[in-house]
């Protein structure tokens, strides 16, 4: 009997020694990554809405929901990438320095893209778009610093005869941005690069 309660309290203190070690250990590890995910510095970037070519008003809002719905989508795929949306256009061509830094500095940026969407031209006359675009993507740094520029052709890329003009741009888009991240990682300054879920 009595070495039966010896057992029994043997085993008790072998269960309980195991369950506070497994504890303390899930504990450590949970602390950790939480120490790793502070550690990781979020990036801001800003959006312009595109320079839409060509300059008809009608196209411009569909445009602009397409482009912002394909780089959210892109950007959630990183975790220390955050997209800032300013409705705001800047010109591709020439984009201002100074503008480029205020807006840098008010929304805690640390990149801002400069995009530009053109539409091809099918038939004679007045414009008839085919669903094919260029979307090229210009990166500067929050001094205004002109980085990388990138572009992408749907219709050299992809190939792409039929589907909608949003799915194009949604398409273009990507494409653009993976570029870019490319260019980025050529670049190797002190650059944060993207960090994939």
């Known amino acids: 009997m009595q070495q039966r309660t010896l057992m029994r309290n043997l085993y008790l203190l072998s269960f309980t020694f195991t369950a506070f070690i497994l504890l303390t250990c899930c504990h450590s590890v949970s602390t950790q990554n939480s120490v790793f995910n502070r550690d990781l510095k979020i990036q801001n970037v800003i959006y312009f809405n595109p320079e839409v070519f060509p300059d008809i ?13 394909a780089v959210s989508d892109r950007i959630s795929h990183f975790r220390n990438y955050k997209m800032l949306r300013v409705d705001s256009n800047l010109p591709f061509d020439s984009a201002d320095v100074k503008t480029l830094k205020e807006f840098c500095d008010n929304n805690n940026a640390q990149f801002a893209v400069v995009p530009k969407v053109k539409y091809f031209k099918v038939g004679l006359g007045k414009y ?70």
């Open 57 to 69: 008003d009608e196209i411009k809002e569909p445009t602009y929901s397409a482009f912002y719905s």
């Open 128 to 197: 008839v778009f085919s669903n094919q675009v260029i979307v090229s993507l210009k990166l500067y740094d929050s001094e205004g610093n002109f980085i990388t520029e990138t572009d992408y052709d749907t219709y050299k890329k992809n190939a792409r005869l039929l589907g909608s003009a949003e799915n194009s741009i949604k398409i273009g888009t990507t494409g653009a941005m993976k570029s870019l991240g490319k260019n980025l990682k050529k670049i190797k300054k002190d650059y944060v690069l993207p960090i994939e879920n």
